[in-house]
């Protein structure tokens, strides 16, 4: 016998703000129950049943193909579905997710002019994932009783929580309605948790526009810079947040501006800012985040991914359920290149990707296509910048191919055999990251580029050295933070419409963007 919340019977919509208020009542219903029953288990109480609340769900069903939209509507390669059918999805944390829901409920009825149900699914939300962000009760059972949860309440379920959408290989069963989104709400929920662990920051403060680095030089830097502009009465930015949840406001922030740059703060954050007050430095998680927080969540998020493509991969799986509009890499490589000199760019048009970690999800046959939106952003932001054009930007900027590789140490294996792939691939440069980052930009339609600065030169013996190697970051390292920066705030400013390519986009695609 199951122990329930009470059901909210399916309803049907033409206003998309109605329909995700109804969306959140049951989401709300949901989470309220499990937090009961769990905080009633904890103390002991016998429960009348297994405990058991399920997602929302929003649905849509349409007779025929035709799309009823205005033209700027169908100009969008999202918002509306592939064909006649049934297509439903779950949905989990209406308040974080409420303008992109809003938002994709409203191309959904433009464009098909038939109404949204949303409904209670049969998908049940894992306990876990229903606790507040500062809530852990589950420490305070007997080993013996936490080994029962598993026979009270539903737990994490892998089989509900998998990419075959993501990936192009999920097939509906006989009667299944077709997928509305490349996540389902475990999915999402699964992504949710896991930032926590690996960024030290709650999910609300990721903003849409992000960077990516493999090395801590950039994120000192990114630092200064982030609370410079808090200094600054005049910025754009309204709250710079750092790892445990630690917010600092611009000076002049208005009330209403900061409720909308601090998410409620856990116990996580409590602690970083008493070590902070008693001058003593939290340990950093595995990938620290860093948010440059705007208004209306068009800032940059810039992340400490580490060495190597396991963490490029770990990261953007989870990033990419918050739906960014673009992530680009800045790191270092190695110059393959003669004419290539320490200190040059490398704007990635291409990719040879023997970094491995994702070739079940995306076969190595898949090319990755160079985004024509990033590639121009990136090539203007060198240039206004370096304030170098023509000629003079080619003398430090190259545009090729990167080859990523899973192996550092690349140069001692025998017979050349890397480097003679390289060379026949005509890569410019290599790393361990890019291939990754860009590759699963791709897989997840999240619009990518690199642009990467060349640190040593291992095939002409210019190998790193320690006075060498800090010479070189005091000198490049601002300018090429600034460099991506001002290429993501291009981005922002043309609008994200255009970028969310139809490359990125296959024959028969979900509607939410």
Known sequence: MSYLPEFIAPQRFTDPVAALAQAQLIYDTSIAHLRQAM??????????????????????????????????????????????????????????????????????????RVALEIGTSNQPIPVHFSFADNEHIEGNMSPARRQLMRDVFDLPDLTAMDDGIANGTHTPHRGEAQPLSLFTATRVDYSLQRLRHYTGTLPEHFQNFVLFTNYQFYMDEFIALGHAAMADAASEYIAFVEPGNVVTHRTTVTASEARQSTAPESMDGQVASLLAMTGKSPRLPQMPAYHLKRADGSGITMVNIGVGPANAKTITDHIAVLRPHAWIMLGHCAGLRTTQQLGDYVLAHGYVREDHVLDEELPLWVPIPALAEIQVALESAVSEITQLKGADLKSIMRTGTVASTDNRNWELLPDNGPQRRFSQSRAIALDMESATIAANGFRFRVPYGTLLCVSDKPLHGEIKLPGMANHFYRERVDQHLRIGIHALELLRAQGVDQLHSRKLRSFVEVAFQ
């Open 39 to 112: 905080q009633a288990y904890v103390a002991g109480t016998e429960l009348p049943g297994h405990v058991r609340a399920c997602y929302p769900f929003v649905r849509v069903q349409t007779d025929t193909v035709a799309r009823q939209g205005s033209d700027s509507a169908a100009r969008l390669s999202y918002g509306f579905v592939a064909g006649a059918g049934r297509f439903e999805t779950t949905l989990t944390r209406p308040d974080l997710y409420a303008s992109y829901y809003l938002a994709q409920f409203t191309l959904l009825l433009e464009n098909h």
